[in-house]
Structure formats: C-alpha cells, structure tokens
C-alpha cells in the first residue's frame, strides 16, 4: 500500500498522475503500483459480500462503488511516485497538502469510502484502511497522520454506537499498523532522498573546486612565464644588432621558456600541481637577470621545512614575477628559512587598490597547509611579500623586544 513518500521538510516536487514510457523510471512505477494492488485482497469480504447481493440495489451499487474505489486508489497511489519522481506540475500545493489534483482524489476516495461504509456496513469499513494510508501522502506528513487517527477514533466510536457492529479491532489494528509501516517509508526516502542531493552537490562542488584549482594554476604558471619571455623577446631584440650571438642565446632560452611553460600547463591540467622549489630558484635568477635587475638569492633550499616547499615554490613564482612586471626595481631580495620565505624589493610597490587573482590564489594555498601571506610596503621605498607560519611573527618580535632592552 505504500511506496517512497514525499515529506513536509522537502521541497516540492511536481506531480503526475500517469507513468509512460517517455518516463525512464516507468518500469519501476508500475512495479510499484502492482505491489500497492496485492494488498487490495484486504476488501475481499467487502468484495464477496456485495456478490452474494448482486441481484438486488444494494449488492449492484455496492460492487459498483467497490471497484470504482478500487480503480481511483490505484489512480490516486500512482500520485504518491510522481509526486517523488515526477517533472511536471499541475497544480500549485498548498500549506497543508502535497498536490491539488492529490486531494482531489482523496475527496473522491472518502465519499466511496463513505458510501461503501453505507451500503455494505461494517464491512464496507475496510476501505477506510487504505483512506487512512493514502492520506499520508495527499496531506503533509503530520496532517496524514492526524487524518488516519481520526478514521481510527470515528470507526472505534461507530462500531460502539451503530447496531449490528460488534467491536472488532483489526480494521483499527490495520489502520495504525499500515500508517505506521508507510510513515517509516516516508522517513527512510527522504532520508535517502537528502542524501542523493547532497552527493549530487558535493560533486558539483568538487567540480567547481577543480574548476577554480586549474584557472588559478594557470594563471600563475602563465602569468610568470610570459613575463619572462616578453623580457627576453625585448632583450632579444636589442641584441639583435649588437650582439648577434648573444641574441641567437636568448632566442634559445625563448623556445626552452615556451617548452617549460607548456609542460607546466599540462601539469597543471592533469592536477600535477607540485613545483621544485630549487628549479623556481634558478628561474628566478634566470628571469631577474634577464630584466636587469640584481638578484639577492639564497644558494640552498633546505632550511624550508617539506609541507611547505610547494606554497614557497608558488610565492617565488609569483613574487619575482610581480618584481619584473611592476615594480621597477633594482635590486630583488629573496630569504628562505624555517619559518618559509620573504622577497623583498627596492621598487614603487605593489598599486593601490584589491589584490590580484596570483596574491589569492597565494593567499588560499598557504591557508591549505597552515600558513598566512603578508603584503606591505616599506620606507622609503621598496615591497615586500612572505609566506610562512606564525612562529616567524613571534621570533621577529623577541628579537624586537631584545634589541629595544
């Protein structure tokens, strides 16, 4: 009698009162509404009752009603999958119920319910069992339940107060027990329910992440090596004249550049993002010399602890990057230690004005593994840029504080 419910806390889903083959899920429907069908043996006494009186008014109208409630139950049941898997609406639903066309049919349920009750007596009632549970999911969940427990009330008072009624407690016992059997299936699909859609939105957000990963990455990894390959190229063309073999060396190291930035941006694609901090460190003594500007550079990378290699890699790539492109420098000072890494320069600093996409992609790599970025610029001149965790900020301030003593 009872399949996947709909539930007051989900959103709501459009109706159809029909499954056809355009549907993909159609197959599993009429499964369902077959499985809901066998338990319609339950009117067999009603059934067989009104044929024992089918030659009179009352067994032929009786026989009538029966399988005209029959006929409408499964129609109205075939509501209860659509309602869960449906794409079209037809009605708008309200407070209180799921869908309009949904009590529509359970009005028309209740009167042949009713009239059946009338005809037939008590054991006409039995339709009132499968009135309860299809309102479970015509109403919201606490309003079915309210509309079952009332049936319950109202057949336990008529079977008390209607002569020829003996007290019989199994249409009441059935009444709860289905109701309780589809509450729980409601339950368990809406759960179910939750959570296929928040599967669904993590692997969105999984996709959007790696979507975001791979622009930054990119970005980073162009932004720097064409830089350096318009300073060559500009060096190359001065060269030209007055150095033909100089030039003919840094046309050479053009192509390698163009090389080394298309593999870098196939690593990038392919989720490769791990850089070397020492080949970073020879490019950028590569890069600053080719911009003609002095280069201050540790020899040795070991000082730098392992978790956080690849974010130093990424800030010297971006830093020297944003020393060539904008800041008009001289000299350019790069520190590596325990703590991470400082690149200072001697340049106008960085433009007012919000942090480009290099210093947050920077800012979001080092919050990963437990570090901050810090941009400033210093007096009189000059820019300085650092990755590195917070024991730096603490040493740096012993140290202020012992020279101030």
Known sequence: MSGPQPGPDLPEVPARLSATAEDPAWPGRLLALFMAGIWLVFLSDAFALAWRERESVRGDGALGVLAAFVALYLLHFTHLPAAVWGSRVSAAPGPWYITRSGVLCWAGLAVLAGLATVTLGQEGATTWVFLAVSGLWTFRLRIGLVVGLSLVVLYEFLTLHISGWTHDASISMSMVLAMAAVTGGMVASQRQRALAEARRENARLAIQEERNRMARDVHDILGHSLTVITVKAELAARLMDVSPDRAKAEVADLERLARDALADVRRAVAGFRDLSLPAELARARSSLAAAGIAADLPSATDAVPTPLREVCAWTLREGVTNVIRHSGATVCRVTLDEYGIVITDDGTGNSPGPPGTGLLGL???????????????????????????????????????????
């Open 363 to 405: 800012r979001e790599r080092a919050s990963a593994v437990g570090a901050h970025l810090e941009s400033q610029a210093l007096a009189p001149r000059g820019f300085e840029l650092s990755v590195g965790r917070a024991e730096r900020d603490r040493a740096q301030r012993h140290t202020e504080e012992r020279a101030e003593a």
